[in-house]
């Protein structure tokens, strides 16, 4: 998911952290408005297993990202 600003990323880690996650990986993202990335977005959290995050931040630009990550293994 390299399409993916990496101020999202690094809010998505802010938001794991005051979660307080443990295990976290199969880290995804998609633009709300336009749902841009949603399927690999899908994809990705098929992928995983026990627990689900998910959030929302924005990037630089003001657009609204839904991000996710399963965690605790």
């Known amino acids: ?3 993916v600003p ?3 990323w690094r ?3 802010y938001e794991i952290a005051k979660a ?3 295990y ?3 880290w995804r993202a998609y633009r709300y408005k336009d749902k ?3 399927k690999e977005y899908l994809e990705q959290a098929n992928k995983g297993c026990c627990g689900v ?3 929302y931040v924005y990037d630089d630009e003001g ?3 839904i991000v996710g990550c399963n965690y605790g293994h």
């Open 1 to 3: 998911m390299d399409q």
């Open 6 to 8: 990496e101020e999202v």
């Open 11 to 13: 809010e998505l880690q």
């Open 20 to 22: 307080g996650l443990e």
């Open 24 to 26: 976290d990986d199969n």
């Open 36 to 38: 841009y990335l949603f």
């Open 53 to 55: 995050f998910e959030s």
């Open 63 to 65: 657009n609204k990202w």
